[in-house]
């Protein structure tokens, strides 16, 4: 009767850390599609990862893709992408990646994503700084 109590309390306990790695694992998938969208130049389906906010602001795919080519070089074109630490809160990620640039230049990324009504994440914000630079 304990074990069984015991078993179930586990399950309960340790059932959210498997969903949040779950949640966690699918914003690392959205952002790594749309690097590799970046990758192809293939501006509708990177687009296509972005969260409705920034559709907003940006509202069309060559537009969104001009300010990436030109706003943030190393995400648009680079040597190393490496995910590190993440935080869930709700229905939002934030999510580090480590970036080597095209000239070989460190940079840290923090990709903010939000979880959609259907379930999917999109992109909300990404910021960018120089690796060591003080924020």
């Known amino acids: 009767m304990r074990l ?7 399950s309960v ?4 850390v498997s969903a949040r790695a779950g949640d966690v694992t699918a914003a690392q998938d959205v952002i790594r599609a749309q690097e590799q969208a970046f ?9 296509s990862y972005a969260a409705p906010a920034i559709k907003e602001i940006f509202p069309a795919p060559d537009i969104f893709m001009s300010m990436v080519k030109n706003g943030y070089a190393p995400v648009y074109r680079h040597k190393g992408f ?10 939002w990620i934030a999510q580090r990646v480590h970036i080597i640039d095209a000239d070989g230049e460190a ?5 903010t994503l939000e979880q ?3 379930g999917s994440y999109k992109i909300t914000g990404c910021s960018l700084l120089k690796a060591g630079q003080a924020v």
Do not use: T
């Open 4 to 10: 069984a109590a015991l078993l179930i309390a586990l």
């Open 13 to 16: 306990a340790l059932g959210p």
């Open 39 to 47: 990758g192809r130049d293939d501006a509708a389906a990177a687009y």
């Open 82 to 91: 490496e995910f590190g630490d993440s935080k869930s809160e709700g229905n």
């Open 107 to 111: 940079w840290e990324a923090l990709y």
């Open 116 to 118: 959609q009504s259907d």
